[in-house]
């Protein structure tokens, strides 16, 4: 077989084949779903990959899930050179002779978010909330906020409605605010600014003082090392909202690649 590779370009053609094959096997591993992988591998000339050595590896996916509850809309990342154990990739897997980065972009679906708040990884930390600064309003008892939507804007801004569950009662709350990242990793809603004209007047107060808390929960939720893909860390340099889509524009530290089998 390997007489193949080197022979004519038809044979080191096919190798290539073989790593785009192994490679779209083992990134597929990464998800709980996956509507479609497409892996391009450039290696000129192509007897190099016989030395493990490629210019360039992209990934391009779409329709991706996450953990079974984070839906992703598209997901892409481009390698420069990269250097792989050949031999791996003929046992069907892939092994990185050292970690690599690739410049990365995520695109989200205001429906794929607002399908994340329903998550119980993300559920556990919006309910029966025992804080002090929360509690004092429910006589004591755990608070818990419920039926969160939000809605993208422009100019990197969205609105967050909720309810939160109080003894006596549920109180809506309503926020807009504008996105932000810290330390390339911590998604920020900056800014936060009360939205009353949805609330009645007579919760408009108390609706106010916990629209606050939730928005300083929030800044405490989302981290990406929370959803750090198998071998793959995902860091952000900057993000937009365009129509209904987030996009997130930054890079990947690949450590290690799924085993495809």
Do not use: W
């Not at 818990?144 to 809506?172: C, H, M, Y």
């Not at 605010?177 to 107060?205: C, M, S, W, Y």
């Amino acid at each position: 077989m390997l007489g193949g590779f080197t022979a004519n370009n038809p044979g080191t053609d096919f190798g290539e084949r073989m790593l785009n094959t192994v490679a779209s096997q083992s990134l597929r591993h990464l998800f709980s779903e996956c509507e479609s992988i497409d892996v391009t591998i450039r290696c000129n000339p192509s007897s190099k990959l016989l030395q493990g050595s490629i210019d360039s590896f992209q990934m391009k996916g779409r329709g991706l899930v996450i953990r079974r509850d984070f839906y992703v809309d598209e997901m892409s990342f481009e390698t420069d050179a990269v250097s792989i154990d050949f031999g791996s990739v003929l046992g069907g897997n892939i092994r990185l002779r050292q970690p690599t980065q690739a410049v990365a972009q995520v695109v989200l679906t205001e429906a794929g978010i607002n399908r994340a708040f329903t998550a119980e990884l993300v559920k556990k930390r919006l309910q029966k909330l025992d804080t002090p600064e929360l509690m004092q309003f429910s006589g004591g008892e755990p608070v818990s906020f419920e039926a969160v939507t939000v809605q993208l804007l422009p100019n990197d801004r969205l609105t967050i409605d909720a309810k939160v569950e109080l003894p006596n009662g549920s109180v809506p709350i309503s926020l807009s605010t504008t996105l932000g990242v810290e330390k390339r990793r911590r998604i920020l809603f900056q800014d936060p600014q009360f939205e009353a004209a949805e609330i009645p007047a007579h919760l408009q107060g108390l609706s106010e003082i916990l629209t606050a808390q939730f928005a300083e929960i929030l800044n405490n939720m989302v981290d990406l090392d929370r959803f750090d893909l198998d071998g793959v860390m995902l860091r952000i340099n900057r993000l937009e909202t365009q129509g209904d889509r987030l996009i997130f524009s930054g890079y990947a530290q690949i450590e290690r690649f799924p085993k495809g089998n």
